[in-house]
């Protein structure tokens, strides 16, 4: 009686289901006696109701999100579906019911393999720079803005689900909580640059290294202000772009000291940028130094970080200080040690002094 209560089914289903599993009871009962099992021996089939019943659960919940059936369609003619069923098949909710198999292939993953993290290493980055699926992207972007999920910048890249939705779907949920300040963003940049595709340049990549990365609701996070021990252990550690004096000498602290959160993040794509040309084979005289993946050129950073440091958001403010290291020509630091290396000179070439900012 408690497995037919528990499972649903009835007193003949679950006898059969019992056969079928080959699970039979510790004695031989007589007839009209309590029929006792093994714990270990049910437990594979109650995993299995408890799934189909969490299943059915979200069913219900994705109910709320699916439009009526059409009733005319193929699935919907089936006369043996109840309402729900035809709701969730019906050809016109096509794209709504990828992403509920989707979304329902992850949890039972998870439920295989433990957590989010062992799924993560066990699906192997190399599935995701061929996976076009869109619906992957919603559940992408889902565990990055709930920080379940942190990657690393040449993990993001690869995440061909995420990159496909463009900058319309990979701004969504910022401008869907913050809707002034993303206007307010776009006025800012609209101001200072026009040309259309280096704006959904920028959007993308404030999206995708900032805002998912970090798990950002707001750029607003961004204009927190560093202490000055925040400050020496940012400029340590090279991640701060200070003032270049020559030959790849840069001083060790920034020239202002309003250093906020968001020029560090920044910076550090700035690097990524810069590292990721560097890695690529460089052909004279076709030399691409400023060229970060996807074609995204380092200029695009600088964008962004005047687009934050326009006194267009609360309080006629910016989100970000100016910074006089940013706002002239930038060199790749790589750049710098190669060209020093070919011609047998350069600072880059004597051992690093400690607590001298050399890159």
């Known amino acids: 009686m408690e497995l037919i209560c528990f499972s649903g089914y009835s007193h003949s289903h679950v006898k059969t289901l019992l056969h079928d599993h080959g699970i039979f009871p510790l004695i031989q009962s007589k007839k009209g006696s309590t029929r006792v099992y093994k714990k270990q021996d049910l437990a594979p089939l109650i995993e299995q109701w ?23 369609c193929t699935h919907c003619q089936k006369s043996r579906r109840d309402p729900l069923t035809r709701q969730l098949y019906c050809s016109s909710n096509d794209s709504l019911n990828i992403l509920r198999s989707v979304f329902t292939h992850f ?4 439920h295989r393999l433990g957590s ?30 709930r920080r379940l999920l942190h990657l690393s910048n040449d993990e ?34 609209n101001a200072n640059y026009k040309e259309s595709s280096m704006q959904e340049k920028a959007l993308i990549v404030i999206s995708l290294f900032v805002l998912l990365k970090y798990g950002l609701h707001s750029v607003a996070e961004l204009g927190r202000t560093l202490s000055s021990e925040e400050i020496l252990q940012v400029c340590s550690e090279n991640r701060l772009i200070t003032m270049h004096l020559r030959g790849g000498i840069y001083l060790p602290y920034p020239l202002t000291s309003d250093i906020r959160v968001g020029h560090v993040i920044l910076d550090d794509i700035r690097h990524y940028f810069w590292q990721y040309a560097a890695r690529q084979k460089q052909k004279p005289p076709r030399e691409c130094w ?25 309080q006629a403010k910016g989100i970000l200080s100016r910074r006089p290291e940013t706002e002239i020509m930038l060199i790749n630091p ?8 070919l011609a047998n000179i350069g600072y880059t070439l004597l051992p690093s002094p400690t607590g001298c900012a050399t890159r």
């Open 334 to 341: 790589w750049r710098m040690i190669h060209k020093g290396k």
């Open 156 to 189: 993001l890249v690869q995440l061909i689900p995420i990159r496909n939705k463009g900058y319309f779907g990979m701004t969504r949920l910022w401008h869907n909580r913050c809707s002034e300040e993303y206007h307010q963003f776009l006025q800012a940049m």
């Open 290 to 314: 400023n060229t970060g993946p996807s074609n995204w050129h380092v200029f695009i950073i600088s964008i962004i970080e005047q687009t934050l440091a326009a006194p267009m958001y609360e």
């Open 50 to 72: 408890r799934w189909k019943r969490l299943i059915q659960t979200l069913d219900h919940w994705w109910q709320h999100f699916f439009p009526p059936a059409c009733e005319t």
């Open 116 to 145: 989010i993290t062992a799924w993560w290493c066990d699906s192997h980055l190399g599935t995701w720079n061929r996976t076009t699926c869109s619906a992957w992207g919603v559940v992408f972007i889902y565990l990055l803005d």
């Open 107 to 110: 949890l039972g993953e998870i």
